[in-house]
């Protein structure tokens, strides 16, 4: 697993263990900060809820560093919040 991957599970982590378990067994769309966008993007998308803000700094274009910043200030607490419909 890419120190990138674990970082974001470890963002998850902090906020719910049991969705970092169930994020860590479920993620497969590899390692690049462009492959996690797209999944998160196309999750967040299908919920019942607007989450225009959250897939937004999902950015392609930025570090990594700053990706999880705003990873773990915007999309990691909806993740928790709403577990996501598919984790597929």
């Given amino acids: 697993m890419s120190s990138f991957i674990e970082s974001v599970i470890t963002a998850i982590h902090k906020r ?3 969705v970092a378990i169930k994020f860590q067994r479920n993620y497969r769309s590899g390692p ?3 492959n996690m966008n797209g999944y998160l993007r196309t999750q967040l998308g299908l ?3 607007n989450t225009t803000n959250e897939r937004e700094c999902l950015m392609d274009n930025v570090t990594e560093k700053e990706w999880l910043r705003l990873f773990s200030k ?3 607490p909806t ?3 709403y577990g996501l ?3 597929k």
Wanted: aromatic letters at 6%; glycine letters at 0%.
């Fill in 85 to 87: 419909p598919d984790w």
């Fill in 47 to 49: 919920l019942p809820v």
């Fill in 32 to 34: 690049s900060l462009s």
């Fill in 79 to 81: 993740i928790v919040a």
């Fill in 16 to 18: 719910n263990p049991d």
């Fill in 74 to 76: 915007h999309v990691a």
